[in-house]
């Protein structure tokens, strides 16, 4: 095994690079958005409220809260999760294939469908005269091709193809205020950023994304601003190794974030570190080009 070669610097700014059909609409302070995002939500057998009572009392009274599901998204769970305060959630994960395709297309999920052109569809609403679009998309290899959806077959939203997953990014683009990404993403367990993410990163900011948040590392990781993006690489698990953010979005920019850990052994993030190392199984674990 070759030696690895860890790089833990701060993450620089990356050079260059009508009515909703499926959100509500609802009232939101005029001038600036609250927006709230919590982790990876798994549920140990049957949909358990008492997992979701960080979002409730830290999220709950945002304009728009969002979260990835890497749970079966079953009508008595998604029901739970919106009780709970929670609009919408995430589908593109390495997970949610396990349990079959019910939930997909529903009114509460985004980033799975049953078929291409339903699961890179954004999520969309409409808050205080503002169009917002989210996507959701999958960049972890354990995440197989076959857990991709494609034109004649059920599955995620994959950034395995690039080109389709820019190319969404860029479409809402065109008819949205904010446009929010949300990919499942980086290596698990740690902090550092890896070089895919900052990549990707770097290409979701060009093809028009005004945030970023990303999960799946079972860790926190760091924050950048990326060209005109705000990126959050990782918020953990809503769990004791997670955090929550919340951030405030106005005139095209985020202008506040803040950072709530679950627990109280959970360090707020600062900026974003990336590691590169050679050789080292699990470093290739994410995939990039077109």
């Not at 709230?36 to 979701?52: C, H, N, T, Y």
């Not at 009508?75 to 709970?84: C, D, F, H, M, N």
């Not at 290899?141 to 994959?158: K, N, Q």
């Not at 405030?248 to 360090?267: H, M, R, S, Y």
Request: net charge negative; glycine share 10%.
């Amino acid at each position: 095994m070759r030696r690895a070669l860890l790089l833990a610097v701060p993450l620089l700014l990356m050079a260059g690079c009508a009515a909703p059909p499926n959100g509500s609409v609802r009232a939101a302070t005029a001038g600036s958005l609250t927006l709230s995002f919590a982790g990876d939500i798994r549920f140990a057998g049957k949909p358990d409220g008492a997992v979701l009572e960080p979002v409730a009392q830290s999220l709950g009274h945002a304009d728009l809260t969002l979260a990835t599901l890497s749970s079966a998204p079953t009508p008595e769970a998604l029901k739970l999760l919106q009780r709970k305060g929670i609009d919408a959630v995430s589908l593109a994960n390495d997970e949610v294939m396990d349990y079959g395709t019910e939930g997909f297309g529903t009114g509460v999920t985004f980033g799975a469908g049953r078929d291409s052109a339903q699961a890179y569809q954004p999520w969309r609403t409409e808050i205080n005269g503002q169009r917002i679009a989210v996507i959701g998309l999958n960049q972890v290899e354990e995440a197989t091709d076959a857990d991709d959806a494609r034109p004649d077959r059920p599955g995620i939203a994959s950034a395995r193809n690039q080109t389709m997953a820019l190319t969404a990014v860029r479409q809402a683009r065109v008819d949205s205020d904010v446009v929010i990404v949300m990919p499942h993403w980086g290596n698990r367990r740690t902090s550092c950023v890896s070089l895919a993410q900052r990549d990707f990163a770097a290409r979701l900011s060009e093809a028009g994304a005004d945030v970023v948040v990303g999960t799946h590392a079972e860790s926190v990781q760091g924050q950048a601003q990326v060209n005109d993006t705000f990126v959050a690489f990782g918020l953990g698990p809503l769990d004791r190794r997670g955090a929550l953010l919340r951030l405030t979005f106005a005139e095209g920019a985020v202008v506040e974030e803040q950072w709530t850990p679950v627990a109280g052994d959970v360090e707020t993030p600062g900026p974003a570190q990336y590691c590169a190392s050679l050789g080292e199984p699990g470093d290739e674990d994410v995939f990039g080009g077109e």
